[in-house]
């Protein structure tokens, strides 16, 4: 038992040393340019009601919102972009650790910018702080489910481009196609608001349970594995 404990303690702290080793690496490997388009010009949204000389509209400053989490999910759509997929697929570190690692970097990013646009929206404009951030964390987990996904079924190194456009063509089909009774883009003073957001926390669970479905590896490369062994 003594042998057991000992091999899982230090299998654990194998892993948190090779996670830390790692840190580098994945920092310099990820898609800070997109990324810092997508915080830049959803900040330039969340700030446009200041620019205005009259006072705040809460239509208004809710999709502007709505528009910067879009714009801050397509910069993320691209964080698991990895030209060197093909190469790095070797290495030891399974798929997942260095996913989490990629995730785990940006999370303190994402939750500074989100504080700083919602502190641009002037505060009587400024929506339910608790329903847009659901709103906002759908968005987010959407860009990243729909990034392992991509990955997990193809073999293409890049699908930010084809992620963020699915992200926007979604967005869009929600807004404008959805019945009013599964509307999603509703008012704070619709009283359909607190279903629409039980509707909103649906997605998120959706998406965040594909997302956490397709970290594993690729079907087609454990199929060539299992090939290989043959």
């Given at each position: 038992m003594r042998g057991v404990a000992g091999s899982t303690v230090a299998?654990?702290?194998s892993a948190y040393v090779v996670a830390l080793a790692l840190l580098g690496p994945v920092w310099r490997g990820l898609p800070h340019r997109s990324l810092a388009t997508g915080a830049a010009l959803g900040l330039l949204l969340a700030g446009a009601p200041r620019?205005?000389?009259d006072p705040a509209d809460?239509?208004?400053s809710l999709n502007l919102l709505r528009a910067a989490a879009l714009a801050f999910g397509l910069g993320l759509a691209f964080l698991l972009d990895d030209p060197a997929r093909h190469a790095t697929a070797a290495v030891p570190t399974r798929r997942p650790v260095r996913t989490g690692l990629r995730v785990g970097l940006v999370v303190p990013f994402t939750a500074v910018w989100w504080t700083a646009a919602l502190l641009l929206i002037p505060d009587q404009g400024r929506p339910p702080v608790?329903?847009?951030t659901l709103e906002a964390s759908a968005f987010v987990v959407l860009a990243l489910a729909g990034a392992l996904l991509a990955l997990r079924h193809s073999e293409a190194t890049?699908?930010?481009i084809a992620v963020s456009?699915?992200?926007v063509g979604a967005s869009f089909a929600a807004a404008l196609l959805l019945p009013d009774r599964w509307a999603l883009f509703v008012a704070t003073s619709d009283p359909d608001w607190g279903d629409a957001h039980r509707r909103w926390a649906g997605v998120l669970v959706v998406a965040a349970l594909t997302g956490v479905c397709s970290l594993t590896e690729p079907l087609r490369r454990r199929r060539t594995t299992l090939l290989a062994h043959r």
């Open positions: 299998g654990r702290s620019m205005l000389s809460p239509w208004l608790g329903a847009i890049e699908p930010g456009a699915g992200l």
